[in-house]
């Protein structure tokens, strides 16, 4: 095991210009992330404590090995490492009234539909889904409803597929909810909460980066895109949208964050209300 050399006081001010420059165009090569001038320090802090986490002594060594791997473990790592994964339950309230009012009513009429949560990050969006759907069509939810969760990160997926959260996460939320959805955790899980196999058992989860040709023979007639797009540059946001449109179903439904939106790329939907765009065509049975 190699010693570690002590973190500098302030890494960032001894990342090299060309440190930075080489990092930056790996996360653009391999996750379309645009890195920022801004973004230094957090890329500095980040690739440090990677470093040190796989025992290199410096950083200029860990991206060095980085890429000398490519596709491999220590790459897929260092995309976990700089993405941002911030996100929460019923996030954007909006768009889940806008699911249950004016989507479902449609969709429950299906013996089937799939719904596509394409940057699900650490899970809780597609576990908000997930409880809307048994809200609204109980029991039918499990025959005839599926979503598909996916990110780049696979150490998001991992402690989204566990579907275990602290309790703080579901503050927020109705009190009734966290019975009839959530198993309250015990011994060393004290203070955790699960949710029930009834609604975890509603969510495939699959890595999936949307740099890539997209792996789903699927097309849905609801995707969410939420809060991803600000991390991409205008033209792989509209390779990305131009992607994502050929996976949704005539009529289907594009959600997006928001504070983002189409404006300034070129793309072939209808803008419905704010970040809820529209394939136009008719929806399928
Ligand atoms: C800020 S989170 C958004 C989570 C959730 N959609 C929400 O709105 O709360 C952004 C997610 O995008 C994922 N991501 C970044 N680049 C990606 C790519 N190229 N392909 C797929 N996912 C990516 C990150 O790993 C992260 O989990």
Redesign the pocket.
């Known amino acids: 095991m190699l010693k570690h050399a002590p973190e500098p006081a302030s890494a960032a001010t001894r990342l090299r210009p060309s440190l930075f420059a080489a990092v930056r165009n790996f996360a653009y090569r391999a996750?379309?992330?645009d890195l920022q001038e801004g973004k230094q320090l957090m890329v500095a802090a980040r690739l440090w404590k990677r470093a040190r986490a796989h025992g290199f002594p410096t950083a200029d060594d860990y991206f060095a090995a980085v890429q000398r791997d490519p596709g491999g473990a220590l790459e897929i790592d260092l995309i976990d490492a700089l993405?941002?994964?911030?996100?929460?339950f019923f996030?954007e309230p909006a768009h889940f009234e806008f699911l249950r009012a004016r989507i479902l009513p449609q969709l429950r009429l299906r013996s089937s539909f799939p719904i596509w949560?394409?940057?699900?990050?650490t899970g809780?969006?597609p576990y908000s889904i997930a409880v809307t759907l048994l809200e609204e069509l109980g029991a039918d939810a499990g025959r005839r409803a599926r979503v598909l969760a996916?990110?780049?990160?696979t150490k998001?997926l991992d402690r989204a597929s566990a579907g275990i959260y602290p309790e703080e996460r579901f503050r927020s939320l109705p009190p009734d909810w966290r019975r009839r959805y959530l198993l309250r955790g015990t011994g060393e899980q004290a203070g955790n909460y699960r949710f029930r196999p009834e609604v975890r058992n509603l969510i495939q989860f699959q890595r999936?980066?949307?740099?890539e040709s997209l792996p789903l023979e699927d097309r849905f007639p609801l995707i969410?895109l939420?809060?991803?797009m600000i991390?991409f540059d205008r033209p792989t946001q509209a390779r990305v949208i131009a992607a994502l449109t050929e996976k949704l179903e005539p009529g289907g439904y594009l959600f997006l964050?928001h504070s983002e939106s189409l404006n300034g790329i070129s793309h072939q939907l209808d803008h419905i209300q704010v970040a809820i765009y529209r394939k136009p065509g008719e929806w399928g049975a």
Do not use: H, K, Q, W
């Open positions: 996750a379309g992330i993405t941002t994964n911030f996100t929460s996030r949560t394409a940057a699900s990050s809780e969006e996916s990110d780049i990160s998001v999936i980066n949307l740099m969410f939420r809060n991803i991390y964050g």
